[in-house]
């Protein structure tokens, strides 16, 4: 198999446009709240997800340390899975994943976001400093990740998903196969990262403050 963290010469040339990328953030400033109805209404091949707790995840790195799924909190984390035998289903996905970090990595999100993609295998890092190429414990281990976090999908579907975590280390939303158009993920990503990890203080809870 090739090496997919790197785009392939027939893909090579697409990159978003910098117009693409400056209306990010006037996307992130109109949904709110609402960001996982308008991307469903957006994106076909993104699902909703009720936020709830990300299961516990560790993984070895290239360097061979452990690293744990909840080491990452603070950050958004763009989760997917490189299973042995899933082939060009697994490859288009990554490789759309690969144009997303690139355009994300040309903004200021590029420190506040962390892909991951976890393999039965030993992987290399890919180019992206932010894009974690690893091993799972042990292949039963990975597909047990992977049932877990695909609990919450009402779609019965088969194709590779990528999961996205919230800076609270919550699910919250699916993108499903590789139909789905690298610029909306990017924006999906981009509303996340404007999103208070911590919830917003009262005005009776900021009054009491002032006076303690």
């Not at 993104?46 to 452990?66: C, K, M, N, Y």
Request: hydrophobic share 40%; net charge negative.
């Amino acid at each position: 198999m090739t090496t997919i963290f790197s785009l392939s010469a027939r893909f090579g040339a697409f990159l978003l446009s910098a117009s693409q990328i400056a209306a990010v953030p006037a996307f992130a400033d109109h949904p709110g709240e609402n960001l996982n109805q308008v991307m469903a209404a957006k994106e076909a091949s993104f699902e909703p997800i009720t936020p709830r707790d990300a299961p516990e995840l560790v993984w070895q790195g290239a360097s061979g340390d452990l690293v744990s799924l909840s080491t990452l909190k603070g950050k958004v984390v763009v989760l997917s899975f490189l299973p042995n035998g899933c082939g060009s289903p697994c490859e288009a996905q990554q490789e759309k994943l690969g144009q997303t970090i690139s355009a994300l990595n040309s903004s200021a999100m590029r420190e506040m976001v962390v892909f991951v993609t976890l393999s039965d295998d030993p992987q290399t890092d890919p180019r992206e400093q932010n894009w974690m190429s690893a091993q799972g414990p042990d292949a039963e281990s990975l597909v047990d990740a992977s049932i877990a976090l695909a609990a919450p999908s009402d779609r019965p579907s088969t194709s590779p998903q990528v999961h996205l975590l919230n800076r609270k280390g919550q699910q919250v939303g699916i993108f499903h196969g590789a139909d789905f158009e690298p610029l909306n993920l990017l924006l999906y990503i981009n509303g996340l990262t404007n999103a208070h990890p911590h919830e917003e203080p009262s005005i009776l809870q900021r009054v009491i403050g002032w006076f303690s």
